[in-house]
Nanobody
Framework: QVQLRESGPGLVKPSQTLSLTCTVS??????????WAWIRQPSGKGLEWIGH???????YVVPSLQSRTSISRDTSNNQFSVQMSSVTPEDTAVYYC??????????????WGQGTQVTVFL
């Protein structure tokens, strides 16, 4: 059973950098054909895909966040992370990490972390 757990500060001040880590157990982040994603959900809104890092280490961030977001991994600790700079209150959300795989030419999320609330305020 794959398990994912997000960790990081719950409060971040505007203009600072948000850093979250996802620790994976029950499976390796280097296993072929799996992708490890970050998703967020502001209160009262839908899910927003931030990006992912692949089993080979290739990272992708959605264009709207590319200028201030990076995704990386630590294979020795089986973790992957997201760093988002210059945060504003609009970045307040529940942040999730998840595992994706491809099925029928689409991405399917099959395991999720429980999510962690990040609030940006002074």
């Amino acid at each position: 059973q794959v398990q994912l757990r997000e960790s990081g500060p719950g409060l971040v001040k505007p203009s600072q950098t948000l850093s979250l880590t996802c620790t994976v157990s029950g499976g390796s982040i280097t296993t072929d054909y799996y992708y490890w994603a970050w998703i967020r959900q502001p209160s009262g809104k839908g899910l927003e895909w931030i990006g992912h890092i692949s089993y080979s280490g290739s990272a992708y961030v959605v264009p709207s966040l590319q200028s201030r977001t990076s995704i990386s991994r630590d294979t020795s600790n089986n973790q992957f992370s997201v760093q988002m700079s210059s945060v504003t209150p609009e970045d307040t959300a529940v942040y999730y990490c998840a595992r994706m795989r491809t099925a029928n030419n689409a991405f399917v999320y099959d395991y999720w972390g429980q999510g962690t609330q990040v609030t940006v305020f002074l």
